[in-house]
C-alpha cells in the first residue's frame, strides 16, 4: 500500500489549495478510510480531518474552511483548504486504515492508521 500526498506550495493568507492524496495497494476502495494530519514546526502532529463513505469529520480549527472528499474511481482524496491562515503553515500528511470507519473521538489519534504518506508542505504566507 503506498499514499502519494502533493499538492502543497505557497499560499497567500485568504486564498484556497487543494490537496491531494493518492491510494495505491488496496483491491477495493471500501476497504480503507482515509485522514489528513499536519505537523506545523515545533508542534506535535494533528488531525485536521478525516473521510469514510459519507462520514466526515474535523478538527474545530479548520471546520467551515477545510473541505474532504474522495474520488473512489480514481483512488485519492482531496483536501480543499478555503480562506487558509499562517497558522495553516504545516506538513500536511494523508494516512489510511484498514477496516472499519472510526468513531468522532478516536479519527485524530494516529495509532489508528496503518499506512503513511509523506507529507507535502504547505506555506501560508504574504
Known amino acids: 500500500v503506498q499514499l502519494q500526498a502533493s499538492g502543497g506550495g505557497l499560499v497567500q493568507p485568504r486564498g484556497s489549495v487543494r490537496l491531494s492524496c493518492a491510494v495505491s495497494g488496496f483491491p477495493s476502495s471500501d476497504l480503507y478510510t482515509i485522514a489528513w494530519f499536519r505537523q506545523a514546526p515545533g508542534k506535535e502532529r494533528e488531525g485536521v480531518s478525516y473521510?469514510?463513505?459519507?462520514?466526515?469529520f474535523y478538527a474545530g480549527s479548520v471546520k467551515g474552511r477545510f473541505t474532504i472528499s474522495r474520488d473512489n474511481a480514481k483512488n485519492t482524496v482531496y483536501l480543499q483548504m478555503n480562506n487558509v491562515k499562517p497558522d495553516d503553515t504545516a506538513v500536511y500528511y494523508c494516512a489510511a486504515r484498514r477496516g472499519f470507519r472510526l468513531i468522532a473521538s478516536a479519527w485524530g489519534q494516529q495509532e489508528h492508521y496503518d499506512y503513511w504518506g509523506k507529507g507535502t508542505l504547505v506555506t501560508v504566507s504574504s
Open positions: 473521510i469514510a463513505d459519507s462520514t466526515k
